[in-house]
């Protein structure tokens, strides 16, 4: 068994830490007081490899393994837990449609996309389903060699500013098996947004995209007719583990903080740390966020290994956010009054992490696919 990073992933993650350090950290609170990213940066954050991570080579990306995926989620989140956003909406994309797209869609999006010059977001939450996402009801009709794409998306990471987003919709029966997904260019007539008030990750422009018969060429379906939901559950899996380090990261940069308050605020004539009742809750929550750190980088060794990792990879998305979540929450409080105000960076950060609790699946929906692999299909809830 060996724990350790490569040489290289080492120094990934000496040099990611030190940028989030001296350059988001201190940058992290504008999203927070309505300041919207700019395109420019937006190609900024690409020259640091963040949308190319899994991008094929001739497509300007650099094909980086699973675990070096992880490794940038959680140094980028300890400085600004919203760029993690832009590494698992990108991971997604990249695999969907390296493995998926017709190739000159790939050479247009992933070419783009790799360069930072274009968005794309995921497209499967509608109003009236989320965790029960096979039964979406947006729509995809054959017009000659087209489709014309009806409905609602609601929920959407980027809906603000995407270029383009991978939209789910019904092409066959109901279920899971009549889902289809495409590459919807967002400047397509037809297609409108709106974006939501929301308590964190603002960076992002969370929000709905409407569209009303958008005209899309065949060749921007992505995969087979009817192929698009299995597709899904396969890019979702090991972005969960994504998802558990960018969560992990936050945790941890804000109990380093913790630990370095601690050590020199005094009460009644001692640091705060020489108190177990404090050291002790961040001894527990350093231990928590180490296990969601340990499952999160196994399950991304078990997919760079080709074998299955479904069950860690819902642990994962369920521990780390639940453990990073908690963690923030008792690092706010060690500060005292000076922690509840918007100085520090904890109540964003908790905020922050809150959100990906319900992105991507929920607690509820992580614990059904891990007692889904413990007992087996037959036992699961909506099988009769
Ligand atoms: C920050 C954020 C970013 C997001 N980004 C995207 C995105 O980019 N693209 C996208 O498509 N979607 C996105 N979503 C939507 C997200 O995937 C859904 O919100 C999520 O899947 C839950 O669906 P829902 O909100 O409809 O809740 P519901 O499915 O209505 O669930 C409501 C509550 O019921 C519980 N519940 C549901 N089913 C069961 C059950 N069988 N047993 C027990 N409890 C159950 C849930 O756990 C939850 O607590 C995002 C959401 C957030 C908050």
Redo the contacts with the bound molecule.
Sequence with gaps: MDFAFTDDQRLLQQTLRQFAKEKLLPNYARWDRGEKISREEIREVAKLGVFGLRVPERFGGQMADYVSCGIMAEELSRGDFNYSLFIQ?GLIASELLSDYAHPEVQAEWLTRHAAGDAVI?????EPS?????ANITTRAVRSGDDYLITGE??????AGYADACLVFARTGESGARGISAFLVPLDSPGVTRQVYK?PG?RL?Q?GSLFFDSVRIPARNRVGDERGGFAQAMVAFDFNRAIIGLACVGAAQQSLEETIDYTKGRHVFGKPLAKFEGVAFQVAEHLTLIEAARLVSYKCLWLKEQGQKHTKEAAMAKWLGPKAAAEAIHACLILHGHYGYSMDLPLEQRWRDVV??E????????MK?VIAREAYGREFT??RD
């Design positions: 909406l977001g995921f497209g499967l939450t389903a989320g965790s029960d996402a998306k609601a929920s959407i990471t980027f929301t990750e992002t969370r959100g990906l319900i992105g991507d699946g929920t607690p509820e929906i059904g809830a909506y």
